[in-house]
């Protein structure tokens, strides 16, 4: 949720800005800005995306070799030219880009509001900044004491960047709860809410930690903590290629994504399991793997995609591990008051690990003595940090906001979990072990198979497009399946779609059924296949069109559905990694017929840091 780029050093800051906001428009796109220092610290900034700030900066003289910029997802304030960042202090000495959210803004602004400060927006942000130079200029200190006490004020999340008219060779930035990362260059600084702007100039980065204050000053960078204490920047070496986070001649990076699952997937086991020689290790999980073997309860957090994926878990956990596992939204869970015993094992799933929901979970169930495993895409992220043990996903940058290869790969790393527990608790056979790490092997040449049926998932799609609504229904471990193909095609193409155990549709949605309402159907030769034909039946008799996802080679149900999506043969509890494939691809078409930006679908963005 909102994206900064800054950059302090000996090129023109201005190109390298804008190219780091459109590598961060995935987290959102509402309006962009940017503040550099030529002839004076001046503040540049429109609503729209980051283009549009292009096309108006165009032809204006922009040289700097330092400035900083946003690109703005909106919680404070309606997205416009005023409420976008950068913003100036009161003496418009400073300028301020902020990603996050100040809980007590209102009375600092009314404070300040007293003592004459006008303020030009409606945003918490432009507050933070007001609030900085009223301390500086009070307590007669220095910038970097000045962010520093204003800090120890503050309530809330906030990944800032300032800047100042009296230095052009200073960007102070500081972090709590919302990501900052620091690429080091030689003689030059590059500052970014992720990696991605940044990779092109260098590979060494310093990741800023919670409560961090980091502060460049002629070429150096000092690190201290809000206590003021110095910290040792750790400077770490990227592993990410430039291509990986381009389109490479796809036309949207969720295409891109959905394609690269066969990779994806298989970079998730890569190293971790071996059929042939029955061998599976997670790593990151080995220390702590004697918590997950004693606990009678294991209790998933995420949210979204996230949460679906820990829903597919449920089953395979249960089903193969004889444990018992609970499910949990991250947002309802920490506000209720869980019951969490010291036992109790933690699975947290988020491919950003920012979610904000997701890491204030954590640190309640930390606080209750459980055990905190991340299951995360992004290396270096907040909730990898702050979990005890954990094993990332390997899938590469996941920049379409709709999340597919994130998806896949935590179902992958999951299954891979819940096997090494049955294998140590001696819940499986070794038989049945050794015959699911074959069949996970060839998840990906399977995934590819149905990849290359995306023409006809295209037809089906045109059919589709002007629906109104769409029903979803699986069974066992591929109802939350059907959640996921529901809320893909909900987010990219704004049609209406409910995903349900197909069981429970005749407790109320099969009242929805008529001619217009397309339902979608895994329908996989399993061991509830036949149910699932009775379901089919009886959404026949209501004339609504069926789009069957079905095992390959299955004719009952092809003589029944209008439309059917042949999948491999694959073990049960393996199918939701091929079945949410062309589900994937469905929505992805549709959104495409009806002209929506799939990359960028509107009011979303892909990194959830509020709450
Ligand atoms: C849906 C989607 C979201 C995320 C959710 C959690 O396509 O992307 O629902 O899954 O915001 O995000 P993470 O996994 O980053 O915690």
Redesign the pocket.
């Known amino acids: 949720m909102c994206g900064i780029v800054a950059y302090v050093g000996h090129r023109e800051a201005y190109p390298i800005i804008i190219k780091g906001l459109k590598r961060l428009e995935y987290r959102g796109y509402d309006s962009a800005g940017i503040a550099l220092m030529n002839g004076d610290l001046n503040v540049y900034k429109k609503k729209g995306k980051v283009a549009d700030l292009e096309q108006y900066l165009e032809g204006q003289k922009l040289n700097s070799t330092i400035g900083i910029g946003h690109t703005r997802w909106a919680t404070h304030g309606e997205p416009s030219d005023r409420n976008a960042h950068p913003h100036y202090s009161e003496n418009k000495n400073l300028a301020i880009i902020h990603n996050g959210i100040i809980e007590n803004y209102a009375s600092l602004k009314q404070d300040l509001e007293n003592r004459g400060h006008v303020f030009h927006s409606d945003t918490d942000s432009e507050v933070f900044i007001h609030f900085i130079e009223d301390i500086q200029q009070n307590a007669k200190c220095s910038l970097e004491e000045a962010v520093r006490l204003a800090l120890s004020k503050v309530v809330g999340a906030y990944a800032i960047v300032i800047i100042s008219r009296d230095n052009n060779n200073q960007l102070i930035a500081a972090r709590k709860g919302s990501p900052l990362v620091i690429g080091v260059g030689k003689d030059e600084f590059f500052l970014a809410s992720d990696a991605t702007p940044i990779i092109e100039y260098t590979n060494e980065v310093v990741y800023v930690n919670d409560l961090e204050i980091a502060i460049i000053r002629d070429n150096k960078l000092t690190i201290k903590t809000i206590e003021n204490t110095d910290n040792t920047p750790y400077i770490q070496k990227l592993d990410l290629e430039l291509e990986a986070i381009e389109k490479g001649g796809y036309d949207h990076f969720m295409l891109k994504e959905i394609f690269e699952q066969p990779k994806s997937i298989k970079d998730a086991m890569r190293g971790r399991i071996n059929s042939e020689n029955n061998h599976l290790v997670l790593g990151g999980l080995r220390d702590y793997m004697n918590r997950m073997l004693s606990t009678n309860r294991i209790v998933i957090i995420?949210?979204?995609?996230?949460?679906h994926a820990g829903l597919v878990a449920e089953y395979i956990f249960e089903e193969l591990a004889r444990v018992n596992v609970e499910v949990e939204y991250a947002s309802e869970f920490r506000y209720r008051n869980p019951v969490i015993n010291e036992g109790d094992v933690i699975i947290a799933?988020?491919?950003?690990?920012?979610?904000a929901d997701?890491l204030a979970a954590i640190e309640l169930a930390k606080s209750k003595g459980a055990i905190i495993f991340g299951v995360c895409n992004v290396v270096g992220s907040s909730i990898p940090r702050a979990t005890h043990a954990g094993a990332y996903l390997h899938a590469g940058p996941e920049i379409g906001?709709?999340?597919t290869k994130?998806f896949t790969a935590q179902v992958t790393v999951l299954t891979m979990m819940a096997l090494s527990l049955a294998q140590k608790k001696g819940t499986i056979t070794e038989s049945k072990f050794h015959e699911l790490l074959v069949d996970l092997e060839q998840i990906p040449t399977k995934v590819e198979q149905i990849l290359a049926q995306s023409e006809k998932i295209k037809y089906i799609s045109q059919e589709f497009k002007d629906a109104k609504n769409f029903l979803y229904l699986g069974r066992g471990v591929n109802f939350p399946v059907a959640l996921e193909g529901a809320?893909?095609l909900k987010?990219i193409s704004y049609i209406h779609a409910e995903g349900y155990p197909a069981a429970e549709m005749k407790h109320g949605p099969i009242a929805l059924i008529d001619e217009e309402m397309p339902v979608v159907v895994v329908a996989t030769k399993d061991n509830s296949y036949e149910k699932i034909v009775s379901n089919i039946q009886e959404v026949r008799a209501r004339k609504g069109k069926v789009i069957a996802i079905v095992t390959e080679g299955e004719t009952h149900i092809q003589k029944m559905s209008d439309f059917v999506i042949e999948i491999p043969a694959t073990h049960d509890l393996l199918v939701p990694l091929l079945a949410v494939i062309p589900l994937q691809l469905l929505s992805y078409y549709i959104a495409i017929y009806r002209g929506c930006n799939v990359d960028q679908p509107r009011n979303l963005a892909?990194?959830?840091t509020v709450e």
């Open positions: 995420a949210c979204g995609t996230s949460w799933i988020s491919q950003s690990g920012e979610t997701t906001v709709a999340s994130a809320l893909k987010e892909k990194s959830v």
